[in-house]
């Protein structure tokens, strides 16, 4: 089966351009998580959908970020403006149920570089 | 903040068990114990997870003390490609919240 896949692998920006991270959650999954790794922070949970509806937003980091689950299979997060900070490797993870009983399962990553 | 205490590295010999502590003294009574590791530019992988009793799959086993503070992850015969941060993690809810780790290096 496939896993999760996220697109771009890498994607790299001028500060002030728009940024779009795409993820497709294994399917049947019905929970989609949003997580950011930096060197300084680790990895932060920064957004999650349960039925396509985002549950806990409290990770983000300002209203530059945005998220959509416009259904089961697809997610995007979007960051608009970029700015030089926004660097770091994004990875989307799904489960296929909410709280302590869905394990979750990682994509790849999409590592972002904004110039 | 991360729940768990772990030491920031260790070796292990090739072929060797690799046993990874893991303290969480404070974790309360319906909290699971979760394990991840994560392989250089890679994503996080799932490898175990357990409430009270010890686990075993495929990949590793899980130790936890009868009292719930500790655990160990146990990989039966390290290979190199086990070298990686593990991360074990006391689940709350739906966040996995993710401390620093333990970089684990196996060495031929």
């Known amino acids: 089966d496939a896993g999760v896949i996220q697109s771009p692998r890498h994607e790299v920006t001028e500060m002030g351009q728009e940024v779009t991270l795409r993820c497709k959650p294994i399917s049947g999954h019905n929970s989609l998580f949003w997580y950011r790794q930096t060197m300084m922070r680790g990895l932060e949970l920064l957004i999650y959908f349960n039925n396509n509806v985002p549950i806990d937003d409290s990770g983000m980091p300002e209203d530059r970020f945005s998220a959509k689950m416009p259904n089961a299979s697809f997610s995007t997060l979007k960051i608009q403006p970029s700015e030089p900070r926004d660097s770091a490797v994004y990875f989307c993870a799904s489960s296929h149920t909410s709280g302590s009983y869905g394990t979750q399962y990682f994509g790849p990553g999409t590592r972002l570089t904004v110039l | 903040d991360a729940k768990t205490t772990q030491p920031p590295s260790m070796d292990c010999a090739e072929g060797r068990a690799a046993n990874l502590p893991c303290n969480h003294s404070?974790?309360?009574?319906?909290?699971?114990v979760y394990w991840y590791r994560q392989i250089h530019s890679q994503g996080p992988q799932y490898i175990i997870h357990g409430l009270k009793n010890n686990e075993t799959n495929e990949m590793a086993s899980l130790i936890i003390t009868e009292d719930r503070k500790s655990s160990t992850l146990i990989l039966p015969h390290a290979t190199l490609r086990d070298t990686a941060v593990y991360y074990c993690i006391v689940r709350v809810g739906d966040d996995l919240v993710f401390g620093k780790g333990t970089r684990l290096s196996v060495i031929a």
């Open positions: 404070t974790i309360s009574g319906n909290e699971y």
